[in-house]
């Protein structure tokens, strides 16, 4: 392995891929095309970004990056705190599955997903409602299958 393979390997891809495919989290948002990388209408909606936790290790093959996911309300308030927080627990438990699937030749593989710390009720400064959890994602660059 070379330092470049663990390089190559994007958590927030990875989660954000499959969060946005998971049945659960469609049903929990409302619908279809309610994941991103941004925020954005519609909503609610869940946005996947880099968190700002974590452990590179010894910057070889497995590492441990935090994946933030964030779980906007509407700007008006709606849903309330309760729904949005059920949101995303529902999408932690959701990213939780990748580690029980397959591995895919030539994907990355994840091996672990903790929280990093507590699911946070977090409203923006203009009062959009908004839910912030935190995930240490174990990850590691595809294997050479023999």
């Given at each position: 392995?070379?330092?470049?393979d663990?390089?190559?390997?994007?958590?927030?891809?990875?989660v954000?891929a499959?969060?946005?495919?998971?049945p659960?989290?469609?049903?929990?948002l409302g619908?279809?095309?309610?994941?991103?990388?941004v925020?954005?209408?519609?909503?609610?909606?869940?946005?996947?970004?880099?968190g700002?936790?974590?452990?590179l290790?010894?910057?070889?093959?497995a590492?441990?990056?935090?994946?933030?996911?964030?779980?906007?309300?509407?700007?008006?308030?709606?849903p309330?705190?309760?729904?949005l927080?059920?949101i995303?627990?529902?999408?932690?438990?959701?990213?939780?599955?990748l580690?029980?699937?397959?591995?895919?030749?030539?994907q990355?593989?994840?091996?672990?997903i903790?929280?990093s710390?507590?699911?946070?009720?977090?409203?923006?400064?203009?009062?959009?409602?908004?839910?912030?959890?935190?995930?240490?994602?174990?990850?590691?660059p595809?294997?050479e299958?023999q």
């Open positions: 392995m070379t330092s470049t663990i390089a190559d390997v994007d958590p927030v891809a990875v954000l499959w969060l946005s495919e998971h659960g989290v469609t049903a929990a619908g279809p095309g309610r994941v991103s990388g925020r954005e209408a519609p909503w609610p909606h869940l946005r996947v970004a880099p700002a936790g974590g452990d290790r010894t910057l070889e093959w590492t441990e990056p935090e994946v933030t996911l964030e779980v906007y309300g509407d700007p008006s308030g709606w309330g705190p309760h729904a927080r059920r995303a627990l529902v999408c932690a438990l959701a990213a939780k599955e580690v029980d699937q397959p591995a895919v030749p030539g990355p593989v994840v091996s672990a903790r929280p710390g507590v699911l946070i009720d977090s409203p923006l400064v203009d009062g959009q409602p908004r839910h912030i959890f935190g995930l240490l994602t174990t990850i590691h595809p294997q299958l």
